[in-house]
């Protein structure tokens, strides 16, 4: 679980850097698909890292600690719409990101890895944008 601080940035960030482009859905947030298919980007941020970067402070606290974690963007794209637009969406999605430092954020290494079928009902088609961050405290 990314750490409320870090959520908030990104979150943040990519709400307004996207704007309408497509619509974005968060975990939990109770998006609903459109009712006529159209891409939309299914947006997970996971944090799976809190690890210690300094030793040496009297106070451990005062040392320097460093959360590391992912954003999955996952691409929704109608069945039968082929690819092409997803990966179009995709590359933007890691171009917003690639160097970027947001607050106490900052993005690294990030990909666009393989697709597969969206949902279980086979109405959506999905590829992910994945894009690394870590952020000091």
Same mark, same amino acid.
């Not at 679980?1 to 990104?10: E, G, L, R």
């Not at 850097?17 to 891409?39: I, K, M, Q, R, V």
């Not at 040496?56 to 320097?64: F, I, S, V």
């Given at each position: 679980?990314? /750490?409320?601080?870090?959520?908030?940035?990104?979150?943040?960030?990519?709400? !307004?850097?996207?704007?309408? !482009? @497509?619509?974005?859905?968060?975990?939990?947030?109770?998006?609903?698909?459109?009712?006529?298919?159209?891409?939309?980007?299914?947006?997970?941020?996971?944090?799976?890292?809190?690890?210690?970067? /300094?030793?040496?402070?009297?106070?451990?606290?005062?040392?320097?600690?460093?959360?590391?974690?992912?954003?999955?963007?996952?691409?929704? @794209?109608?069945?039968? !719409?082929?690819?092409?637009?997803?990966?179009?969406? !995709?590359?933007?999605?890691?171009?917003?990101?690639?160097?970027?430092?947001?607050?106490?954020?900052?993005?690294?290494?990030?990909?666009?890895?393989?697709?597969?079928?969206?949902?279980?009902?086979? /109405?959506?088609?999905?590829? @992910?944008?994945?894009?690394?961050?870590?952020?000091?405290?």
């Amino acid at each position: 679980m990314a /750490s409320p601080q870090a959520y908030d940035a990104i979150h943040d960030y990519l709400v !307004a850097a996207w704007g309408a !482009a @497509t619509p974005l859905a968060f975990e939990n947030d109770g998006f609903a698909p459109p009712s006529d298919p159209e891409h939309w980007i299914y947006v997970e941020i996971v944090g799976d890292l809190l690890e210690q970067e /300094s030793i040496g402070a009297e106070n451990r606290a005062a040392n320097l600690w460093r959360e590391a974690g992912t954003i999955y963007a996952n691409v929704m @794209t109608p069945r039968g !719409a082929g690819t092409r637009q997803a990966r179009v969406y !995709a590359q933007q999605l890691v171009d917003l990101f690639r160097g970027q430092e947001v607050g106490t954020v900052t993005f690294l290494d990030c990909s666009v890895g393989a697709s597969e079928p969206g949902d279980a009902d086979g /109405s959506y088609f999905r590829m @992910t944008a994945t894009i690394d961050w870590r952020r000091d405290l």
